[in-house]
């Protein structure tokens, strides 16, 4: 399935590398996040009251440290976050 995204890519990335930073941890290889066109979290306090519009986002390990996401087909590394996967 090709979907297109309207959220500028460099946006995603940068949200989904805060959120490895900021100490998110979970018991799967896959996160599913939503983001916002100003570059947080949907469910971020960050986030105006009138921000409505989001797209939702899975960065993925295959090891459980070195995470990646794709975005319109093309896969893009994050990083190596060997804390973010615990296998509880």
Same mark, same amino acid.
């Given at each position: 399935? *090709? ?8 946006? !995603? /990335?940068? @949200? ?20 916002? *066109? ?8 960050? !986030? /105006?009251? @009138? ?20 975005? *319109? ?16």
């Amino acid at each position: 399935m *090709n979907t297109t995204h309207q959220i500028p890519f460099i946006v !995603v /990335l940068d @949200t989904a590398r805060k959120l490895l930073e900021e100490g998110i941890i979970s018991n799967s290889k896959i996160i599913t996040f939503p983001v916002t *066109n100003v570059g947080c979290a949907f469910f971020s306090n960050s !986030v /105006l009251m @009138t921000e409505t519009t989001g797209e939702m986002h899975t960065m993925y390990t295959k090891d459980g440290k070195k995470w990646q996401i794709k975005i *319109n087909d093309e896969v893009y590394f994050l990083g190596d976050y060997p804390k973010v996967y615990k296998k509880f």
